[in-house]
């Protein structure tokens, strides 16, 4: 299996609402990130495991929370979202340097 | 620290024509080099990558690329644009072994006119 999934594709969530996205690779890879990206930019990143540690957090507000259960799977707990973090979130997993990403999940914050 | 930058954010080429993006990096370190292509709504796919060795890398679609250390390089091209061509490119570099992270261009995107 060479590859990252992400659920679910599409997201759509209120303000009040707590919803959780879910990353996967079975890869091996012990390093794993969440991105952030909205349209035509860049991806940001927001939070980097390393052996299932939390190694980097890029001051990314509270109301996102993530989890890496075991050495496979990373999660991104969201609540009390706001409109402008409306984005496509990726997840990807790296080896030697090299990222792999997955397709992503399009949040939207209504 | 390391930084990348695209020159041109938005870049237009007729159907049959050489298509040229230009990537500069900075890195005290010698660097792991790569570009992606993002089609709408879609994830990132890795084109080509540099590590070690051959400096000129081909990739996937007939894309390639030379690392060019004297110049901080690492140029896109592909001899014959096509319509399928037209998607928003992103050079990264990462320096490895030094905390996985990666650093982004601010992407060109391509326009392919028939």
């Known amino acids: 299996d060479t590859e990252v999934t992400q659920t679910p594709k599409h997201l759509v969530m209120g303000m009040t609402n707590k919803k959780s996205l879910k990353c996967e690779q079975h890869?091996?890879?012990?390093?794993m990130y969440w991105y952030k990206q909205k349209a035509k930019k860049p991806p940001e990143l927001m939070f980097v495991?390393?052996?299932?540690?939390?190694?980097i957090n890029e001051s990314v507000p509270s109301r996102f929370s993530p989890e890496c259960p075991n050495s496979s799977l990373l999660n991104l707990h969201l609540h009390a979202l706001q409109p402008e973090d409306s984005a496509l979130y990726l997840c990807?997993?790296?080896?030697?340097?090299?990222?792999?990403f997955g397709p992503g999940t399009r949040l939207t914050v209504l | 620290a390391q930084s990348v930058t695209q020159l041109g954010s938005h870049v237009s080429v007729s159907e049959g024509a050489l298509v040229l993006l230009r990537c500069n990096y900075s890195?005290?370190?010698?660097?792991?080099l790569f570009w992606y292509v993002q089609y709408p709504n879609q994830g990132l796919q890795l084109l080509l990558k540099?590590?070690?060795?051959?400096?000129l890398v081909k990739g996937i679609n007939g894309f390639e690329a030379e690392f060019k250390k004297s110049e901080t390089s690492f140029h896109l091209t592909k001899p014959s644009a096509h319509m399928s061509d037209a998607a928003e490119y992103f050079c990264?570099?990462?320096?490895?072994?030094?905390?996985?992270?990666?650093?982004f261009g601010t992407g060109t995107s391509l326009t392919v006119i028939p």
């Open positions: 990807a997993s790296s080896l030697l340097g090299e990222q792999f």
């Open positions: 890869m091996g890879h012990r390093a």
């Open positions: 495991y390393s052996y299932e540690k939390l190694s």
């Open positions: 890195s005290s370190v010698p660097p792991y």
């Open positions: 540099y590590t070690t060795g051959a400096t």
């Open positions: 990264a570099v990462t320096v490895p072994y030094t905390g996985n992270q990666f650093y």
